[in-house]
């Protein structure tokens, strides 16, 4: 008997869990959308994620049709990888001759789906095609499955795409990533904040201590004293958000971070749920465990939001920084960087 490829409950709560964790990031814009792809990887067991939001200015077949406006992926093992499928780019024609993205699914009645590649093209099409020999079989990719979601001239794909060898994605996954889609859809907008909008993901570690620092309370002075810094540097990084943020007064700035707190006050995410950085503070209670350091989850894809490239804000993968908190008159101590910068944290030792 052939297995079943019905939805089990299992994948409900795997999906429910990534939508929940992206809403609880969703006041930044950059920063649920990274968790996504990250996830979405992880989850469907994808060598590579791709999450792009593009708009489209002209019919497809011309060259540059799509605008893109965000751009993230993550899970490339090398530069060299990543340069061969970029090359697609340059080209300004993701429809190009044996490629699954065909005018049709751009062009599709429904405003949102999901599709293998071979929905789109048989396997003896794709291996012997233009679009395969050109960029997948360089990048060392095969198989692909693709989330679309269409408003209006605005196109959202989320692609994820398995190395040469690995096994198909099933008809199982295509439902999967549909029941993503759906449940993104219902957030995007509310829960999920759209394009453009304020993120702290690029935020230099310093700047973002000090964002919170001032977001809990503390005057500048009190921030000095609990990052071990002098006030005239805070005041220094605190002049470097309100250029960033574009805002002229403390209070303005308060007002437009304050939904992005949480994205700072949580410095990890499993694959599960969302959890506090755990500290090793001098005022923790006794019964906090002992921690050792392990590296995030996080990848240091490229990221291309608005255009700016980000990629250089976010490689720093192969550093590690644990925050000491020296004072013992501060009993609320700041979580190491946020993931997103590619840091290293502290977890309870197992």
Not at 182 to 194: D, K, P, Q, S
Not at 288 to 302: A, D, E, H
């Amino acid at each position: 008997m052939s297995k079943s490829q019905r939805l089990r409950i299992r994948d409900y709560r795997q999906i429910f869990q990534l939508v929940g964790q992206c809403s609880e990031l969703g006041a930044d814009s950059i920063a649920w959308r990274d968790h996504l792809q990250n996830a979405a990887r992880e989850l469907f067991r994808s060598q590579i994620a791709i999450y792009t939001e593009s708009e489209r200015v002209a019919d497809p077949g011309v060259k540059d049709w799509l605008t893109i406006q965000v751009h993230l992926d993550s899970g490339w093992p090398c530069e060299a990888d990543r340069l061969a499928m970029y090359r697609l780019y340059e080209t300004g024609h993701p429809d190009c001759d044996g490629s699954p993205f065909t005018s049709e699914i751009a062009d599709s009645p429904t405003p949102l789906g999901a599709a293998c590649r071979r929905d789109s093209i048989g396997n003896r099409d794709w291996y012997r095609g233009f679009f395969y020999n050109e960029f997948m079989r360089p990048a060392h990719l095969d198989d692909a499955i693709m989330l679309r979601h269409r408003i209006g001239n605005d196109l959202r794909l989320l692609v994820l795409q398995r190395a040469e060898h690995d096994q198909h994605f099933e008809r199982r996954d295509v439902r999967k990533l549909r029941l993503l889609g759906i449940e993104l859809a219902r957030a995007y907008g509310t829960t999920l904040a759209l394009r453009g909008g304020p993120s702290v993901a690029h935020l230099p570690p310093r700047l973002r201590q000090v964002l919170l620092c001032l977001l809990r309370g503390d005057s500048e002075k009190q921030a000095a004293l609990r990052l071990g810094i002098s006030p005239h540097t805070v005041h220094d990084y605190v002049k470097s958000l309100h250029q960033r943020f574009g805002v002229r007064s403390r209070g303005e700035l308060l007002s437009t971070c304050q939904p992005l707190k949480r994205v700072l006050e949580y410095g990890s995410i499993s694959a599960t749920s969302l959890e506090p950085a755990p500290f090793n503070g001098p005022d923790a209670p006794s019964s906090v465990p002992s921690f050792t350091p392990v590296p995030f989850l996080f990848s240091s894809g490229r990221v291309f939001c608005n255009g700016k490239d980000l990629a250089h804000e976010w490689a720093r993968n192969g550093e590690s920084i644990l925050v000491d908190y020296p004072h013992p008159k501060l009993r609320d101590p700041l979580p190491p960087p946020c993931p997103l910068a590619g840091w290293s944290a502290s977890f309870p030792a197992r």
